[in-house]
């Protein structure tokens, strides 16, 4: 089992900057693929990036990020502090949701469905 609970969210203007946390329980996070996805109003939830177990992927790829976040948003994990971070830059207004962290003991997938932990999820609103 596996407890996440997010941080980090707030209120930002367009062009800036957050990081938001992810701190997780259990002593085997080492081994899940820690995921992000967003959720705007009205729409389905969406996959942010994910970075994978351990630092160390099956194919050589540690992070993987959706096209409309590519370059601007950054995942990495502390194992020794259970926690994942997602380093927002460049924030812009389509960027505002409520933001999921997720844990998944499969291979590496970008499907919502696929992931066995959620977070409460955290606001973050971008204005203009």
């Known amino acids: 089992q596996v407890q996440l609970v997010e941080s980090g969210g707030g209120l930002v203007q367009a062009g800036g900057s957050l990081r938001l946390s992810c701190a997780a329980s259990?002593?085997?996070?080492?081994?899940?693929?820690m995921g992000w996805f967003r959720q705007a109003p009205g729409k389905e939830r969406e996959f942010v990036g994910y970075?994978?177990?351990?630092?160390?992927?099956?194919?050589?790829?540690?992070?993987y990020y959706a096209d409309s976040v590519k370059g601007r948003f950054t995942i990495s994990r502390d194992n020794a502090k259970n926690t994942v971070y997602l380093q927002m830059n460049s924030l812009k207004p389509e960027d505002t949701a409520v933001y999921y962290c997720?844990?998944?003991?499969?291979?590496?997938?970008?499907?919502?469905?696929?992931?066995?932990?959620w977070g409460q999820g955290t606001q973050v609103t971008v204005s203009s």
């Open positions: 997720a844990a998944d003991t499969g291979p590496l997938t970008t499907l919502s469905r696929n992931y066995d932990y």
């Open positions: 259990g002593r085997t996070f080492t081994t899940y693929t």
């Open positions: 970075i994978s177990w351990n630092g160390i992927s099956w194919n050589g790829i540690t992070t």
